[in-house]
């Protein structure tokens, strides 16, 4: 008997089945590049470190809520499921009581399950509004930040930019070159929130390589780009990209190869930028030779890249990784003018991409109707905080800061209440991150699993994983609809987040409220059916929800409208106006000019960063995304497990600095600075250039001793490392792609991991 399931995730469409030697993992017939990813689920759903009961902090529980050092290294007492429930709905009206919810922070910032009715962040935003009437929220994502902010203002909304820009069909077709800045690796455009059913990413870029595309990957790393790609490798200088493309700009001008006319029509603010980069400005002209000693580029290799853009179909790409850095702002706005200088964007495989390659959504065509999501109902607090500024807003209440020309002010945040996410994975600077944590009176988690989140938490919630429960996957960009078929049952106690929810909300008498009367099952209904009704409405017959659920998927049609804003505007830039405050692409904005920012003047420009390496931190860090798990999901599963060496995180490292530490590939890595250390085993690759060591983000961070100050994480968790501190005024986003640090060889006693091993429990 077949007892198969369909199911999706961020990383793929797959069929699963509960076998006497474990879960069996199949991709989905009809993906061409199917993601490994898939088999961190064959071993994951009864791994030890699941959460099976739900458990509360000693120190909370003996003491009450209030401030605690202990978070992080206190031991946890397993409790019955209405003695939990009714301690964490006391504290929430508690703390609703006594400070309204102006002192509540729904987190829950992260991708939890590629499920759009069990989606973790939206179960608890819609708890928190239904019940207390709102919460504090955060805005933006630490992977685009920067962009985020600066985009609107510059040329539109980062969804449109992104999601419906450059599409991978006319790159195949059309584009000559594409100057990738950040590269597009593979692992990146292999998840996709909400489900991806067709990785095509490879095989479009084979044939743009195949029709004689010249790609080019400007990163400190080669596989920044894959083989099939043909890329030609460009190894510049982390943080270093907003000088390049100023210098390419430059040579541009001054060769006389501008698209003047198209600057004339379509631009904003042109010669106050071309005074700058001819150092009109400030003195100092932005040539080649001046951007060769920032970048490590030859001058005259700059310089020829520019004259050869001339007359060809040029495309810039600008990958999230750059804007996670000081400035990050800067290379957003220079890949643009790029694209605007070369007269490029609205034209077929031309132009400005951003994040292309970041996401499995961006290049791809979209649904003529999305997948409704669950609804959050209304915030009634109008608080908010730049995501990766948690810790800032934790450890300064009251204080005020800058943010897109507002002054702003934090909040004092009693009460945190997170599902579906882990910031001891994404933001940075961990010691300082614990210490925020330890100011809260009380941080409330649902967890699958005892993450480092989990394991700072006062009363914990034992949460379901996707295998156990149904739901129904989509994403605006991907035309297949997956019925997410429950695979097994929940392990342990746990409960998924709409049961909990359903008897907290019962608790703090709004349940109708947070329900409408729905069960789960009957919000899968509700969801399809409104769908079903938009579909209908244009004319397009689905089959019923039963029917659905029994064939298991979906085709939904599409609509091939890639950079339909570039287009509309450069066929009639009056009739089809960008939505900036020019109506066109923003070259020079008067609006960031106005807010006097002096990290984010109203032009693109090179400014340096603050970090640097030095005497005593040598050696720059890229903590960029992994390729073995998509942030630190499943870490523990068979595919990450398996792409570890001796349980560490693996550093990569060019021969010529291993060869200064006497450093070989297998050997164990003490990285270090002011914030803190990880070990982690080298590789020695040419595949990195010198001076440069890369350590993938998402392993479990396990501190050797829980509540220094300054943590030693012995599993190879580069955000111990990475500096917290916002991107500029204008974004405040996140800086975590690049730090500074030593590196030595470790050579004493190699202690153990962990990170996998639940915390003390009574």
């Known amino acids: 008997m077949n007892n198969e399931k369909m199911h999706s995730s961020h990383w793929g469409v797959f069929r699963v089945s509960e076998e006497k030697h474990g879960l069996n993992v199949k991709a989905w017939g009809d993906d061409p590049d199917p993601s490994p990813l898939l088999a961190n689920f064959t071993d994951s759903a009864d791994h030890p470190v699941r959460i099976t009961k739900p458990a509360v902090r000693r120190g909370w529980l003996e003491n009450g809520p209030g401030p605690d050092d202990r978070r992080g290294a206190d031991e946890y007492i397993e409790m019955e499921w209405e003695q939990v429930l009714d301690l964490a709905a006391d504290e929430l009206a508690r703390v609703n009581r006594q400070y309204g919810p102006e002192a509540v922070f729904g987190g829950s910032y992260g991708w939890s399950s590629a499920g759009r009715f069990h989606h973790a962040q939206s179960q608890v935003h819609r708890f928190l509004n239904t019940t207390i009437g709102g919460y504090v929220r955060s805005v933006n994502s630490y992977s685009s930040g920067a962009a985020a902010v600066i985009l609107p203002h510059i040329i539109g909304e980062l969804n449109e930019v992104a999601r419906r820009g450059v599409s991978w069909d006319d790159i195949a077709a059309h584009s000559d070159i594409i100057l990738s800045f950040g590269g597009m690796a593979l692992k990146n455009s292999q998840v996709a929130s909400g489900g991806i059913s067709r990785h095509t990413e490879r095989e479009f870029m084979r044939q743009a390589a195949a029709r004689g595309a010249r790609f080019i990957n400007f990163s400190p790393l080669r596989t920044d780009m894959p083989s099939e790609a043909r890329a030609e490798w460009w190894s510049v200088v982390p943080g270093s990209d907003a000088a390049l493309m100023l210098a390419l700009i430059h040579e541009i001008v001054v060769s006389g190869n501008a698209d003047r006319a198209f600057l004339e029509r379509y631009c904003e603010g042109w010669p106050l930028f071309e005074a700058y980069i001819l150092g009109n400005a400030d003195g100092q002209a932005k040539t080649p030779r001046w951007a060769a000693e920032i970048c490590r580029i030859p001058e005259n290799e700059i310089a020829s890249l520019a004259r050869d853009l001339a007359g060809k179909r040029v495309l810039v790409t600008v990958s999230h990784s750059l804007q996670r850095a000081e400035h990050g702002e800067q290379p957003v706005w220079l890949g643009l003018a790029l694209a605007a200088v070369l007269g490029q964007p609205g034209l077929p495989g031309g132009g400005y991409a951003y994040a292309l390659g970041a996401i499995g959504h961006y290049g791809k065509h979209h649904n003529v109707v999305a997948f409704p999501p669950f609804p959050q109902g209304v915030n009634k607090v109008s608080t908010f905080i730049p995501v990766a500024r948690i810790a800032d807003m934790l450890l300064n209440p009251g204080e005020h800061y800058d943010f897109n020309g507002q002054r702003l002010t934090y909040p004092h945040i009693k009460l945190a209440w997170w599902a579906g996410g882990n910031p001891f994975h994404h933001h940075q600077d961990l010691g300082r991150l614990r210490r925020a944590f330890s100011r809260l009176d009380t941080l409330i988690v649902h967890e699958p699993f005892w993450t480092a989140t989990a394991r700072h938490a006062d009363i914990v919630l034992p949460a379901t994983m996707t295998l156990e429960r149904d739901d129904i996957g989509g994403t605006p960009t991907d035309p297949l609809l997956v019925a997410m078929q429950k695979v097994r049952a929940p392990q342990g106690e746990a409960r998924d987040d709409y049961a909990i929810f359903t008897t907290l909300a019962r608790r703090l008498g709004a349940e109708l409220a947070f329900t409408e009367g729905r069960s789960s099952q009957q919000w899968l209904h509700h969801l399809y059916g409104q769908m079903q009704e938009k579909l209908r409405e244009l004319g397009i017959n689905v ?136 070990l982690a085993c080298a590789k020695v690759t040419e595949d990195i250039m010198p001076g440069v060591i890369q350590v993938p983000t998402g392993a479990w961070f396990d501190p050797l001793e829980p509540l220094a100050d300054a943590p030693f994480c012995v599993h190879g968790n580069p955000n111990v490392v990475t500096l917290d501190e916002g991107t500029s005024s204008l974004a405040q986003g996140c800086t975590g792609q690049i730090a500074t640090v030593e590196m030595v060889k470790y050579e004493g006693v190699l202690p153990p991991v962990k990170a996998f091993i639940p915390p003390r429990l009574s």
């Open 543 to 678: 089959p019923d929800f039963d029917a659905f659920w029994q064939a298991g998927t979906l085709l939904l049609p599409q609509i091939q409208d890639g950079d339909r804003l570039m287009r509309g505007f450069r066929a009639d830039p009056t009739a089809a106006p960008l939505p900036t405050a020019s109506g066109k692409i923003e070259l020079f904005s008067r609006t960031i000019a106005r807010f006097g920012y002096a990290d984010c003047p109203g032009h693109p420009a090179w400014l340096p960063p603050t970090q640097q390496p030095d005497a005593h931190h040598s050696l720059w860090l890229i903590a960029n995304q992994p390729a073995t798990r998509l942030h630190s999901q499943l870490d523990f599963g068979q595919w990450s497990a398996r792409h570890k060496q001796k349980d560490r995180e693996i550093c990569q490292m060019h021969p010529l600095d291993a060869a200064k530490r006497a450093i070989h590939t297998g050997d164990i890595v003490k990285i270090f600075n002011q914030r803190g250390a990880l």
